[in-house]
């Protein structure tokens, strides 16, 4: 384990380097929070497809095979549908928008009234997202080192807020560029047709495993439309995504490149539940399904390249963290601190360097906060699922809804926030947090009351819908600091 031990010291020291010299880079708020908005399409579809897929895309994925067979894709697979419809139908228009949180949006479409609540359950959902990617390293570091459980999420969570920290988005940008060819590299082109092989090619495995193993629709029609629901939707409105987008160079980096990183997504999602599917033919008592890749990484891959796909999965949970970590930081600042205080205007675009130091405060305590949550939670899944069940049923509505439809208003915009948030907490209640009625109804709830709503109340003012299609088309943003960069 020497070698393997040595490769993974190695890519960590490397991802605190980075840290480093992020630092010497974000000199300004744009540069801190969104890399200066300089990325060009190689970093940008590398570093988009290396946030979405996470922990939960890497273990969960090849956990889901190993319970499901192939059709254990889908929900990563769904999580590429929602990158390419977001990069398809809305990057373009997002990315020129010049902004750094959803909520800045939302105030710019309905005149400055939704920030605030609307910052609330953005900021709970990047915190739980952040907290479940930090539990994940527990299960890493224990096949690495015996580590127990808390001292696994110390350790990892540190790293992450360390680099985190010091250089804000750059510092991401580029360990993120690095865990993206950490990943294809280890579980693509390594643990893949390892795995294959191992297990006696597809043939064998067909041979040896129940035929629903192969259906493509095994996990159930109803699984799929929820994955659909919660996944595809939450990639078109979360925080996490939306500030990678605004790092794109231009519209078209931003809808290209989003692209290549969602198709990129639908590769990953088959080969995981491929992975997965061969290790139910080599161990088909497991105790968990979740320790599936875990299991058929320490038995079955040679000393070095153990290391390698342990370094990608480590890869797989620091890019989701990081990238969840400061969403939340951003969102807590701008979007929630300033905004009480009075002291923030919507897409301003100021860049002193004191926003820089208050931004790279935030992301420490949301670090330290989420590191202390994930060592006294233990329920992932749960987690998680409340996290996206408030994300969908409080904000797609809105967002959506902003983007799509002239007649929407301020006053449905909170209200759909304030009733689809009350609803999907009040359903979990009351059905439980893992059922699948909470996003249904609470969904529909929240488009009923923003319709209904308004068209109860009066119309958008004219000067806030042509200020808005004027920064939908790339004009009226205040023209940021930083020179122009080709990445």
């Given at each position: 384990?020497?070698v393997?031990?040595?490769?993974?010291?190695?890519y960590l020291?490397?991802?605190?380097?980075?840290?480093?010299?992020?630092?010497?880079?974000?000199?300004s708020?744009?540069?801190?929070?969104?890399?200066?908005?300089?990325?060009?399409?190689?970093?940008?579809?590398?570093?988009?497809?290396?946030?979405?897929l996470?922990?939960?895309?890497t273990i969960?994925?090849?956990?889901?095979?190993?319970?499901?067979?192939?059709?254990?894709?889908?929900?990563?697979?769904?999580?590429?549908l929602?990158?390419?419809a977001?990069?398809?139908?809305?990057?373009a228009?997002?990315?020129?928008?010049?902004?750094?949180?959803?909520?800045?949006?939302?105030?710019?479409?309905?005149?400055?009234?939704?920030?605030?609540?609307?910052?609330?359950?953005?900021?709970?959902?990047?915190l739980?997202?952040?907290?479940?990617?930090?539990?994940?390293?527990?299960?890493?570091?224990?096949?690495?080192?015996?580590?127990?459980?808390?001292?696994?999420?110390?350790?990892?969570?540190?790293?992450?807020?360390?680099?985190?920290?010091?250089g804000?988005?750059?510092?991401?940008?580029?360990?993120?560029?690095?865990?993206?060819?950490?990943?294809?590299?280890?579980?693509?082109?390594?643990?893949l047709?390892?795995?294959?092989?191992?297990a006696?090619?597809?043939?064998?495995?067909?041979a040896?495993?129940?035929?629903?193993?192969?259906?493509?629709l095994?996990?159930?029609?109803?699984?799929?439309?929820?994955?659909?629901l919660?996944?595809?939707?939450?990639?078109?409105?979360?925080?996490?995504?939306?500030?990678?987008?605004?790092t794109?160079?231009?519209?078209?980096?931003?809808?290209?490149?989003?692209?290549?990183a969602?198709?990129?997504?639908?590769?990953?999602?088959?080969?995981?539940?491929?992975?997965?599917?061969?290790?139910?033919?080599?161990?088909?008592k497991?105790?968990?399904?979740?320790?599936?890749?875990?299991?058929?990484?320490?038995?079955?891959?040679?000393?070095?390249?153990?290391?390698l796909?342990?370094?990608?999965?480590?890869?797989?949970?620091?890019?989701?963290s990081?990238?969840?970590l400061?969403?939340?930081?951003?969102?807590?600042?701008?979007?929630?601190?300033?905004?009480?205080?009075?002291?923030?205007?919507?897409?301003?675009g100021?860049?002193a360097?004191?926003?820089?130091?208050?931004?790279?405060?935030?992301?420490?305590?949301?670090g330290?906060?989420?590191?202390?949550?994930?060592?006294?939670?233990?329920?992932?899944?749960?987690?998680?699922?409340?996290?996206?069940?408030?994300?969908?049923?409080?904000?797609?509505v809105?967002?959506?809804?902003?983007?799509?439809w002239?007649?929407?208003?301020?006053?449905?915009a909170?209200?759909?926030v304030?009733?689809?948030?009350?609803?999907?907490?009040?359903?979990?209640?009351g059905?439980?947090?893992?059922?699948?009625?909470?996003?249904?109804?609470g969904?529909?709830?929240?488009?009923?009351?923003?319709?209904a709503?308004?068209?109860?109340?009066?119309?958008?003012?004219?000067?806030?819908l042509?200020?808005?299609?004027e920064?939908?088309?790339?004009?009226?943003?205040?023209?940021?600091?930083?020179?122009?960069?080709?990445v």
């Open positions: 384990m020497a393997d031990y040595t490769v993974i010291v190695v020291a490397g991802m605190l380097a980075m840290g480093w010299w992020g630092m010497r880079r974000a000199k708020k744009s540069e801190f929070l969104v890399a200066g908005r300089r990325l060009g399409p190689w970093m940008y579809s590398g570093t988009m497809a290396a946030i979405v996470g922990g939960a895309s969960g994925g090849v956990g889901l095979g190993y319970q499901y067979g192939l059709s254990g894709a889908w929900m990563v697979f769904t999580i590429g929602g990158l390419l977001l990069s398809v139908f809305f990057s228009r997002i990315a020129r928008l010049k902004v750094y949180t959803v909520s800045e949006m939302l105030d710019l479409r309905y005149g400055g009234r939704a920030g605030v609540i609307s910052g609330v359950v953005m900021w709970a959902y990047t739980m997202l952040a907290v479940t990617s930090t539990i994940a390293y527990a299960t890493i570091f224990d096949v690495l080192f015996d580590l127990n459980r808390t001292l696994a999420i110390v350790l990892g969570g540190s790293i992450v807020v360390a680099y985190s920290t010091l804000g988005m750059w510092s991401i940008t580029l360990t993120d560029m690095v865990q993206f060819v950490v990943k294809t590299i280890g579980v693509l082109l390594l643990l047709p390892i795995a294959v092989v191992k006696g090619g597809f043939g064998e495995m067909k040896k495993l129940p035929t629903e193993y192969f259906d493509p095994g996990v159930g029609g109803e699984t799929i439309f929820t994955y659909v919660i996944y595809t939707f939450g990639m078109l409105i979360g925080q996490d995504i939306w500030q990678r987008v605004f794109a160079r231009s519209d078209r980096v931003a809808r290209y490149g989003g692209t290549v969602g198709t990129y997504c639908l590769v990953y999602a088959i080969a995981g539940a491929v992975i997965g599917t061969a290790a139910k033919v080599m161990y088909p497991l105790p968990s399904a979740d320790a599936a890749f875990a299991t058929i990484v320490k038995d079955e891959l040679p000393v070095g390249v153990r290391g796909v342990l370094a990608a999965a480590l890869a797989a949970v620091m890019s989701t990081s990238g969840a400061i969403a939340c930081a951003t969102v807590a600042n701008n979007d929630i601190w300033s905004r009480l205080r009075g002291v923030v205007k919507a897409g301003s100021e860049e360097h004191d926003e820089v130091k208050g931004n790279r405060a935030f992301i420490l305590a949301m330290v906060a989420v590191i202390l949550i994930a060592i006294a939670l233990n329920d992932v899944v749960e987690a998680l699922t409340v996290a996206y069940n408030l994300l969908v049923g409080g904000l797609l809105p967002i959506l809804g902003g983007l799509l002239r007649r929407g208003t301020a006053a449905g909170l209200a759909a304030v009733a689809g948030g009350l609803s999907v907490i009040g359903l979990m209640w059905y439980g947090i893992l059922a699948n009625e909470p996003v249904y109804y969904l529909l709830i929240s488009l009923a009351v923003y319709v709503v308004s068209l109860a109340t009066r119309p958008t003012d004219a000067a806030v042509a200020a808005w299609r920064r939908l088309a790339g004009r009226g943003a205040e023209p940021e600091a930083d020179v122009p960069v080709t």
